[in-house]
């Protein structure tokens, strides 16, 4: 049973995008809702404070993939099985269709978003690291205008974004990415379940980028690691590198010990199968 009663919470649903901009300034309190893929599973175990909520899920505007002066631009309700899917987003961020596969089940793709999956913040969002590494640009919109911020600034912290209260993730805008890309994601099962250690990585010829979620406060970028396999040291340098720059914590499932190991393994077979 959940520890959150429904009874307690109030559901809004705009027509339009102006509509739920308009609402979001005029009530800084309202949480936007869209696949609840997240959403929900707080409001079970009792840790969701917000009791009015701005039902998304109706905005055709945040909607679908498109290509717009050569960067790919995906709406923030595209949904983890639309990207999947999608031959343009295979042919431009194949990594980002092999993750959208690992999450979860056909429920959870059905409805799960990618907008909902950055906002959530948990560092253990199977899509972050891909993002990262892409160097993709996260659209925000409000009543005042869009902005956009840079995906590697988006974070503060744990559960934490630039987001402000009366802006909506609107799109996500991923450039060309030079070389090969890589993703793996290690968790209890393939999917349907949360990753223990989640990997991106770009091998270019004058380009290499790694990011990794679930062993840090948030997605984290390995500037020092990156540097170093540019260099050509030798792998146990990178790799030394790479363990200084993240910070896995133990918890109900895995080790610190064993986040760390894992993550230096798949730095190795990045490297080896990129080669």
Known sequence: MSRFPASTCTVIR???????????QEDPTLTPLAGC?????????GTLEARRFIDLW?????RGIAVHRDLLVIGALTTYREMASSRLVESWVPMLAQASRLVGGPQVQNRGTIGGNVANASPAGDTLPVLAVAEAVVVLASAD???????????????????GAQELIAAFEVPRIPG????????????????????AGVRGERVVRVALGSVAPTVVRLPATEATLL??????????????EIAPIDDARSTAAYRRQVAQN?????????A
């Open 37 to 45: 893929t997240d959403l929900f599973v707080q409001m079970h175990a």
């Open 145 to 163: 205008g869009t902005r956009r911020v840079r995906f590697a600034e988006f974070f503060t912290g744990y559960r934490s974004t630039v987001r």
């Open 231 to 244: 260099a050509a040291l030798p792998m146990t340098t990178a790799a030394e590198s790479l363990a200084a």
């Open 14 to 24: 705009p027509r339009d995008i102006e509509q739920a901009l308009r609402w979001l």
């Open 180 to 199: 090969q890309q890589w993703f793996r994601k290690v968790g209890t099962r393939a999917a349907q379940a949360i990753s223990k250690v989640v990997f």
């Open 58 to 62: 109706p905005l055709t505007e945040l």
């Open 266 to 274: 798949l730095l190795r077979r990045f490297w080896a199968e990129t």
